[in-house]
């Protein structure tokens, strides 16, 4: 499933922390979109789109690292 956390709005909205890519198609097909939302706090909801982002087949080896320092200094 899409991984959401809650955002601190009034409306109650919610941020995609992995997933995106699947939520973008069921949008796109009109389908629901089956999410499981953790409780994560900003460094634990940083480290989790840094993974998600890092295991992308389409980054080189220089976009990979500087991924990984991101997660390194957060």
Request: glycine letters at 4%; hydrophobic letters at 45%.
């Amino acid at each position: 499933p899409v991984r959401v956390r809650t955002k601190n709005d009034p409306v109650g909205h919610f941020e995609i922390l992995s997933g995106h890519r699947r939520a973008e198609a069921c949008r796109r097909l009109d389908l629901p979109v089956m999410c499981l939302v953790v409780d994560a706090d900003d460094h634990e909801a940083l480290r989790e789109v840094m993974l998600g982002n890092a295991s992308r087949e389409d980054l080189n080896a220089i976009e990979r690292a500087e991924l990984l320092q991101v997660m390194i200094d957060a």
